[in-house]
């Protein structure tokens, strides 16, 4: 069981950034694969990054490649989001979650394990 809590978001004008924080508990952290995703009221939860157990690799969702970067200190069990520039259409909740590297989708919310509860994010313009 890995148990996930997600902190940092909070409210921004547009063109501004917030970092959001991850923590981790449970089982070996640098075990898993980490995402974000986040959910705009009345839409479905989307991807929008994620990053390998061990950083190796990192893989964004195109419409946010170049403005928000993903990033973890396995060290400290925590995974990173850092946000720049937003807009308002980033206005959502952000979720983390977690899998155990597999033969799965990172960017498919099916393929992850556990999730954190959220963090709201509100852009305003």
């Known amino acids: 069981q890995v148990q996930l809590a997600e902190s940092g978001g909070g409210l921004v004008q547009a063109g501004g950034s917030l970092r959001l924080s991850c923590a981790a508990s449970?089982?070996?952290?640098?075990?898993?694969?980490m995402g974000w995703f986040r959910q705009a009221p009345g839409k479905e939860r989307e991807f929008v990054a994620a990053?390998?157990?061990?950083?190796?690799?990192?893989y964004y969702s195109d419409s946010m490649k170049g403005r928000f970067t993903i990033s973890r200190d396995n060290a400290k069990n925590t995974v990173y989001l850092r946000m720049n520039n937003l807009k308002p259409e980033d206005t959502a909740v952000y979720y983390c979650a977690a899998y155990t590297p597999a033969l799965k989708n990172y960017y498919d919310q099916s393929s992850y394990d556990y999730w954190g509860q959220g963090t709201q994010v509100t852009v305003s313009s």
């Open positions: 990053i390998s157990w061990r950083a190796y690799s990192t």
């Open positions: 449970g089982r070996t952290f640098s075990d898993y694969v």
